[in-house]
């Protein structure tokens, strides 16, 4: 049997749409047994009521392994811990994505080298904006060119937390592509263009103080907020709250904030705050994962 653990990601943090993602110390734990049955797909040891076709693990898996020529008759795929929550932009089809990958690698005899592993989980997820960090671990700026995913890491804070709101409603991928302008302007372009770079070096920096105005954005959030009721109204307590800054995570629903870590009351005083509103939200104080995706 392989195990495998995959941290959840949050990805554009603020301005790097499709490009930035910083992996969470909040996992799936996944475990893959080949066997000579028909598969078997559970959930924390329940029948899954998602068909194999449309499950991430088993079609990725699959996927490499019938590139290779390898013969299966079926699996037995169990999401023995599942915590990152689907359609609530915390990188749970990266999670399944990156399993399967690396399971098919594990089986095959780790033939592929890490980059393969990337460039493959990337090919499936169609970006690498999640996959990158959920593989890799901390905060990655990654990019295609041509079939290649060029990636760099950044550094993190050691002295900053991830406030992560999830509520009990979904925001589907395809809905926030699809409320997206075709087209930006030129001062739009440079907005986000400065905001990124200035985070990236304010990151690497640990110029924690310069975090709210180089996460702003005007290439996503503005267009999407609007799916996330309550928005504004919580992103403003969070900053009443001393939140150094505050993003949509993926494409949302889940809400982030980059907090102090000496900043001990804030989850407190923000789950009062949430327990006021409707949508039933859930608040993790969380640290960035450097270690990636692994075999246990």
């Known amino acids: 049997m392989i195990k495998i653990k995959v941290p959840a990601t949050t990805a554009n943090v603020g301005p790097g749409f499709d490009s930035f993602g910083i992996a969470l110390n909040l996992y799936n734990e996944i475990e893959i047994e080949e066997t000579n049955k028909q598969t078997e797909l559970l959930q924390e ?20 392994l019938d590139e290779h020529s390898y013969k299966y008759k079926g699996f037995r795929i169990n999401i023995s811990k599942c915590n990152i929550p689907i359609s609530r932009g915390l990188g749970s089809s990266a999670s399944c994505i990156t399993a399967g990958v690396i399971a098919a690698n594990k089986i095959l005899g780790n033939t592929l080298s890490e980059e393969d592993v990337l460039k493959t989980c990337t090919k499936i997820e169609g970006h690498p904006d999640n ?20 990636f760099s890491k950044v550094k993190v804070p050691n ?6 709101m999830i509520p009990e409603f979904k925001v589907s991928t395809e809905d926030a592509r699809k409320v997206l302008p075709s087209s930006y302007s030129k001062e739009d372009c440079i907005f986000n263009i400065s905001r990124a770079s200035m985070l990236i070096a304010a990151m690497n920096n640990g110029e924690i103080e310069k975090l709210r105005i180089c996460t702003e954005d005007k290439i996503h959030q503005p267009y999407r907020k609007h799916l996330i009721k309550n928005i504004d109204n919580i ?15 993926g494409s949302g629903s889940t809400l982030a904030a980059i907090v102090k870590k000496d900043n001990k ?32």
């Open 159 to 164: 002295n900053v937390n991830f406030a992560i």
């Open 265 to 296: 009351k804030f989850i407190n005083n923000l789950n009062n705050y949430l327990a006021t509103l409707d949508g039933n939200w859930k608040v993790h104080l969380l640290e960035a994962d450097y270690s990636g995706a692994k075999i246990l």
């Open 131 to 150: 996959i990158a960090p959920a593989l890799l671990g901390g905060m990655v700026v990654s990019l295609m060119d041509n079939d290649n995913v060029i």
């Open 45 to 64: 040891g329940n029948v899954s009521d998602i068909p194999k076709e449309k499950n991430l693990i088993y079609t990725s898996l699959t996927k490499v």
């Open 235 to 249: 992103f403003n307590k969070c900053k009443e709250l001393g939140s150094l800054c505050e993003f949509i995570s």
